[in-house]
């Protein structure tokens, strides 16, 4: 059940304090608009604020706008707003980056039919444009989007001296839209300015392909290290065959863009790529976050930070029997130094609330602690159950592929008061029926993980990587830069906040409990004391029911094939809802 307000701000600063609660679970909606690229960033001046940065899609998914939105920490919006430009088109942001007062975005804006990358800088007290501006990569006539953005004071120029600024990383290309055909193709690049956003240096990252016009050159995460920079994304990847695949980018540079080393790969057979990754300053290794296409899962890849080695013994990738989990943010536990959480989006899940109502939700967030030196999954990982359908028409949907190709933007930080076990806050979307436009969800959990309303129980086993070295280049370029400016416009919006009394709770989701699954004509059940059972269809509707007998099984030959789910009740009246296929 949830319970909605509209608000409507008249001024540039206005905060809601009627709500307050340890964690919460919340949407946050406009009008006739879709939110899509929506990603988080602390605010770190003490308040327990965070901003929330997305675009906002017209019905039709043709038009967009950047918007931000900081809330606090019980979930109150501080303030709202959206940034157009009086005459460029198609501005959209892809990363925010806080630092002091100051809020620093990326992405892309239209400029004269061309996609320019640009970085603004704004006051995080009010969301004030400060200064802005757009680039030119390698040349005015090649398209260019910033993907992540982050705070660097490394010594840029050699000097000798700290140089406060930016790293930017994202692509550039000959084709306006998102294309892993581009005729000419596309290439990655990572951007070093000042910290008013005047350039330093940049670098392009490419694989020349002679076979075919694939091209997955893209990078989409840059992560500081104590000797310089770890890009992540994606990488064109030409196997000992002459097969064209995307393939993982692993690549280091310097704090002056020069090369260091390079340990991109290929996995499995279609499509590899990395999102984001952690670096353990005190083992100077590397925890870089992949996704493959050959196991629909996420997987972690250990690496030596000063030669690149990857330490196969403690890299790996995660399996179940459900597919389709694709890992965003990986960062450290907040119950263990030991430990890395990480969270990402499930592409597609079907389960049936307590009152037999059935739901569908695509990128339905999840959250997964494992041991840093072996892998294996610690305590209870959680999916978090909210019903969306992920609009068409947009170059980046997440699910237009069987993955998302390149942008995985940052959904989940982890903050919280000095001396206090922090807490976890993630971003996700809803879309409730009957309504058609999509939503901000926010959630704010504690460190068990567990979210405020219905979640489905995950176990997941990792498995280890054998993979084939694909190397990846990286040069100088040129770029020049153009002031910018944008303007900015208080938003209305609708905000509901999840009643957790009137939530299903937990839905278990074991492998073992039931099986085979598929099942042919049996199906067993590997828990004790259980009473009866009641299978429901796609649409929740009652199609067998009974109690269990003493070997638990049940006899589903008369079964129609298809997608089920089943509810058991123990004798202690607790139940479970478990979906299985009937072949």
């Not at 008061?417 to 504690?446: A, C, K, N, Q």
Request: proline letters at 3%; aromatic letters at 14%; glycine letters at 6%.
């Amino acid at each position: 059940m949830k319970i909605k307000i509209l608000f409507f701000l008249i001024s540039f600063v206005f905060t809601v304090n009627s709500y307050s609660q340890p964690t919460f679970q919340k949407n946050i909606g406009v009008t006739n608009n879709h939110y899509h690229d929506i990603n988080l960033e602390p605010i770190n001046d003490g308040s327990g604020d965070y901003i929330v940065a997305s675009n906002l899609f017209d019905a039709l998914m043709q038009n967009e706008e950047l918007s931000l939105k900081r809330v606090d920490q019980n979930g109150n919006i501080v303030w709202i707003k959206k940034y157009t430009h009086n005459t460029f088109q198609h501005a959209r942001i892809f990363d925010v980056e806080n630092y002091q007062d100051f809020l620093i975005i990326t992405g892309s804006i239209d400029v004269n039919g061309t996609k320019r990358v640009f970085i603004a800088k704004l006051e995080a007290t009010t969301g004030t444009l400060l200064q802005a501006n757009y680039y030119d990569i390698l040349s005015p006539n090649l398209n260019s989007r910033g993907l992540h953005i982050s705070y660097t004071e490394s010594d840029a120029n050699g000097d000798g001296q700290l140089d406060p600024g930016f790293i930017v990383g994202g692509f550039f290309s000959d084709c306006y839209n998102l294309d892993t055909n581009c005729i000419n193709n596309n290439f990655g690049f990572v951007m070093r300015t000042d910290f008013n956003l005047n350039l330093i240096w940049t670098i392009e990252l490419d694989v020349l392909n002679n076979i075919d016009n694939q091209d997955y050159d893209f990078v989409n995460n840059v992560i500081e290290t104590s000797n310089g920079y770890f890009i992540a994304g994606s990488a064109t990847g030409i196997t000992n065959n002459n097969i064209v695949l995307q393939a993982v980018l692993a690549h280091k540079v310097d704090f002056m863009g020069n090369f260091v080393w390079d340990q991109s790969y290929i996995l499995g057979n279609s499509r590899d790529v990395s999102v984001d990754a952690y670096f353990d300053s005190a083992t100077s290794e590397i925890y870089m976050l992949c996704n493959y296409s050959v196991s629909h899962y996420f997987g972690v890849t250990v690496l030596n930070n000063t030669s690149g080695v990857i330490d196969f013994t403690r890299s790996w990738y995660s399996s179940a029997n459900d597919l389709n989990r694709y890992g965003f943010t990986i960062m450290e536990s907040a119950n263990s130094i030991d430990n890395l959480i990480i969270t990402g989006y499930d592409r597609d899940e079907n389960w049936v609330d307590i009152n037999n109502n059935s739901f569908y939700g695509e990128s339905n967030l999840f959250v997964h602690e494992f041991d840093k030196a072996t892998g294996n999954q610690v305590g209870q990982s959680y999916q978090y159950l909210v019903p969306h359908i992920e609009p068409a028409g947009d170059e980046f949907n997440f699910w237009f592929w069987q993955m998302p190709l390149i942008y995985y933007p940052d959904i989940s930080i982890q903050y919280g008061i000095p001396g206090m076990t922090p807490d976890y806050f993630h971003v996700g979307y809803r879309t409730d029926p009957p309504g058609s436009f999509t939503e901000t969800e926010l959630f704010r959990t504690t460190s068990n993980k567990r979210n405020d309303c219905e979640n489905l129980d995950l176990i997941l086993t990792p498995n280890p990587i054998t993979i084939q070295f694909s190397p990846v280049t990286s040069a100088s370029i040129p770029n020049t830069e153009t002031v910018l400016v944008l303007n900015d416009i208080v938003l209305n919006y609708t905000e509901e906040f999840c009643d957790p009394t009137l939530s299903v709770g937990d839905i278990k989701l074991n492998n073992t409990f039931i099986y085979p699954n598929p099942v042919s004509d049996i199906l067993y059940f590997s828990t004790d004391n259980l009473s009866t059972y009641t299978i429901l269809d796609f649409l929740g509707r009652t199609i067998m029911e009974g109690t269990l007998t003493t070997n638990k099984s049940i006899e589903l030959s008369t079964l129609q094939n298809g997608i089920y789910f089943i509810k058991i009740i123990d004798e202690n009246s607790i139940s479970q809802i478990v979906k299985f296929i009937k072949k």
